[in-house]
């Protein structure tokens, strides 16, 4: 990128006149390095190195103005979102200030909440804000007790080891007192609830067999609901994008017919797209039917490898009676039952079940699977296929549920990594509210079911062989967590936030959540403070220097200096901070880290030489095979589970008696479902809501620049199959109406050959921009959660079910509403 492009694209992100206000003695058009100052400009320009979610990179800095970005240049696959991150600093949705909802403002916690939405704040000092929070903080404990403080919810967060904006919150309230926590999260509640009933860990954030050893040994890899080109752009980290080259090498390997590989999705993926693979099709939400039928075909035509079976599994004697149709629902799980259910011909289900056992196969599940009702099924049938298989701990063979995310599948260095802002409190130190009193309620819930807390208080759910009782809390704390973008069915959490006293919001973009709440605090962005981060979630490649590249704009806060504030309240700033300023604790982050290095061979230089250089990198570790170790010696090296085998029937589970999760994996129709399924002739098309592709979840939706290049009409696009679009009269950038009966939301029209008939996609992240804030207003914008189904998916893990989800479809009659998602608040003068 050169200077004069990335002038263009930043002042196109922020609108002319906001650029002229943020570059002060900047004559618009001139290029800011040729200025009327000449040489003495220029010579303010200097390169400042930092890490994102989306990879390391160098950044472009003139005085105290972020100019431009370039990939770090290790990264030989970078995303085009590191280019973004000048507008993400320089946008008008920025929290500019602390703010009070106006009637908050007036009333306190008795405020009106059906108000709650209406975007009307009022501007405060800092300590008028965080005096409120410290005082409502006090309220709710006196008053209520801890069962009425939800602080469950971080989220996705920035990177950087220190100013983690859950770490940072969660310490400075547990100095307070304590709350509601939540257990699981949004991506993978169901898969990591059922995993480790069955393969004894959570899977899902477990590195993976190496990429080397999947290309050498496998002959046939099935991505199955998985998009790792599209999914790799990101990271929990500072992403490395290691994982790419392997992909090029498999589609290598693909176009000379040395390794088959199958895309099972309704979708033609980016992935399958990228290698140029097969592609199976599957009804939406009928995997595992499918999966049923193939198992079948392997027992009637004695293909499973029942030694492995008899070595490392229990339970495949309660399981095949039910394949065999002698339990339960007495349907035999035939090519021919399957057929009519997943759209896939009897004969092709027999093929594949041919195909996965004649040579080495690689199973790689994604996480879209499980985000479905009844979503602990499909991951379940996934290892018992794998294990009727029977190449788990093999070398290109097995099951895998994570090699779509952080360049699993890159080997781990093996090097230490830094620590982060502590969580705990320090040695012998207590809350200030040491004694918690939940009053029968549960103190920690599972987080999607956070609203029906509010909606049912004191109902009693099922949860993993527990009991919960939903506490009616009455104040929420968020920190990075934009809850207005990942829980289902805006409309259902419009009700139940009118229940709330207080919301409070610290971020630094004005998101729905922080419209919806009633104290917004502004933070920083990493861009703005210094901070260390690890670079490699799970190579461990190196550890990368988050320089500071311009000064906290407005009023915002480093998130640690805004909780060292709180806790100064409390009279525990210095306790808080632990004596060390911000430099301070990222060199002892650092020395720590060189320290735990040191003594295992791996060198780091001094501190001020890695904060100067911008990063320290380690060599590639070495190769690894997953469940190697348990295959080689399955009572040495037992599994996690209570059999320490791979539980294909879990007593445990059958013991809770969950009439929608028995004790092994089952078909279990939804409540809805497209293509023939329930309700599908009212409403006939499938809204499935992954991953974006050019965001991380809702983060750079608030980029204008990045919004321009896939918006259509100014909306989030709805992307739809072209004799779909014909039948309902819609053409291609068209503005058209989603809808079913829990909401509607206005898209613009993608038409594409990548999707079936009946199937509908909106990327999960839109921001939500309801017309107004009354029950049932319409989304301005395009956030599939308008529409969303929010019930648990089973008694066992009450994760989200986000993809089972029917709707229809129709042009948009009149002129649309304009978007309310981006921008700040209605700033109101008090007084008025």
Not at 612 to 624: C, K, Q, S
Not at 684 to 692: R, T, Y
Request: aromatic share 12%; net charge negative.
């Amino acid at each position: 990128m050169n200077t004069n492009q990335s002038r263009r694209g930043f002042l196109k992100a922020l609108g002319l006149a906001s650029a002229a206000t943020l570059i002060p003695n900047v004559v618009l058009g001139q290029n800011i390095l040729k200025g009327s100052t000449g040489d003495n400009v220029h010579n303010l320009v200097k390169w400042k190195f930092s890490g994102a979610h989306w990879g390391a990179f160098r950044a472009k800095i003139a005085g105290d103005k972020l100019l431009e970005v370039k990939p770090f240049e290790f990264d030989q696959h970078p995303t085009d979102m590191i280019y973004n991150i000048p507008g993400l600093v320089y946008n008008s949705s920025r929290v500019r200030y602390p703010m009070v909802r106006l009637d908050w403002f007036k009333n306190g916690y008795k405020s009106d909440t059906t108000q709650r939405g209406d975007n009307r704040f009022v501007r405060v000092t800092w300590d008028q804000a965080l005096d409120l929070v410290y005082n409502e903080l006090e309220r709710i404990q006196t008053q209520y007790g801890a069962w009425a403080l939800h602080i469950g919810n971080v989220g996705w967060r920035s990177v950087g080891q220190l100013h983690s904006c859950g770490n940072n919150m969660l310490r400075a309230l547990a100095m307070h007192g304590s709350g509601v926590t939540t257990a699981g999260d949004y991506s993978t509640g169901a898969g990591q609830t059922i995993l480790p009933y069955v393969l004894g860990s959570t899977e899902v954030y477990s590195q993976g067999t190496s990429w080397p050893l999947i290309l050498d040994n496998s002959d046939v890899i099935v991505f199955w609901g998985n998009d790792p080109i599209k999914n790799l752009q990101v990271g929990w980290n500072t992403e490395t994008h290691e994982a790419y080259a392997y992909y090029e090498q498999l589609r290598e390997k693909i176009a000379k017919n040395e390794i088959q590989v199958i895309s099972v999705d309704p979708v033609k993926s980016k992935t399958q797209n990228f290698l140029n693979c097969e592609q199976q099709y599957v009804n939406p939400l009928t995997d595992v039917a499918l999966m049923l039928a193939i198992a079948h075909t392997m027992v009637k035509e004695n293909l499973h490898d029942q030694d492995f079976l008899a070595t490392y599994t229990v339970g495949f004697d309660e399981f095949e009676p039910y394949l065999m149709g002698k339990t339960i629902d007495h349907i035999e799980k035939t090519p021919e039952w399957a057929e009519p259910i997943c759209g896939v011909k009897a004969d092709r289900i027999r093929e594949l079940a041919r195909l996965f056992t004649k040579g080495r196969t690689q199973l790689i599940f994604g996480w879209a699977t499980q985000r479905q009702q009844h979503g602990e099924q499909p991951y379940w049938m996934g290892a018992v296929l794998a294990a009727m298989i029977g190449q788990i701990g093999l070398p290109g063979g097995g099951i895998s549920y994570s090699h779509h995310y952080c360049s699993v599948g890159v080997p781990t260095s093996g090097a230490s990594m830094p620590g982060a802002f502590p969580l705990a409190l320090d040695f012998g130190r207590k809350a200030k509210y040491d004694q918690p009193d939940y009053q029968g309620y549960s103190a920690t819930i599972p987080v999607a079911r956070v609203v029906d807390a509010l909606l049912e208080p004191g109902k009693e759910i099922n949860y993993n062989g527990s009991t919960v009782k939903l506490p009616p809390y009455k104040m929420a704390m968020f920190s990075g967590a934009n809850q207005w973008h990942r829980q289902q069915d805006r409309n259902k959490m419009k009700r139940a936030y009118q229940k709330l006293e207080t919301i409070v919001y610290t971020d630094y973009n004005w998101t729905a959540s922080c419209r919806f709440a009633d104290i917004v605090l502004p933070a920083c962005t990493p861009y703005e403070r210094n901070d260390l981060d690890i670079y490699g979630t799970y190579s461990n490649r190196g550890i990368i220097a988050m320089h500071k590249l311009v000064d906290p704009l407005y009023h915002s806060k480093p998130d640690l200096e805004i909780w060292a504030q709180f806790a100064k309240r409390l009279g525990r700033e210095e306790e808080y901070r632990q004596g060390l300023t911000e430099m301070e604790w990222l060199e002892k982050l650092y020395n720590e880290c060189r320290d735990a290095n040191k003594a295992s061979g791996f060198k780091m230089p001094e501190f001020a030489k890695f904060w100067e250089d911008g990063y320290v990198l380690f060599p590639e570790g070495p190769l690894w095979t997953r469940h190697a170790d348990f295959r080689e010696d399955p009572e040495v090296n037992a599994l996690g589970t209570p059999s320490g085998f791979i539980e294909i029937f879990s007593r445990k589970i059958a013991s809770y008696n969950y009439e929608n999760c028995k004790g092994h994996p089952i078909w279990i129709e939804k409540d809805e479902r497209s293509h023939g399924g329930p309700k599908s002739e009212k409403y006939p098309f499938w809204l499935q809501s992954p991953h974006p592709d050019s965001r991380l979840h809702s983060q750079m939706c608030e980029v204008d620049s990045a919004r321009e290049k896939y918006s259509i009409a100014g909306r989030e696009p709805v992307y739809m199959n072209e004799d779909d679009a014909k039948a309902k009269g819609i053409k291609h950038g068209d503005v058209v109406l989603v809808f079913n009966d829990r909401g509607s939301l206005i898209a613009g029209a993608n038409i594409s050959p990548n999707f079936p008939k009946g199937v509908l996609r909106i990327f999960e992240g839109a921001w939500y921009g309801p017309l107004n804030e009354a029950i049932g207003s319409v989304d301005t914008y395009g956030d599939p959660n308008t529409v969303t189904m929010d019930v648990g998916t089973s008694d066992l893990a009450q994760a989200t079910s986000a993809n089972t989800c029917i709707v229809d479809i129709r042009k948009y009659e009149g002129a649309a509403p304009a978007v309310t998602s981006f921008g700040g608040p209605i700033e109101v003068d008090p007084i008025v």
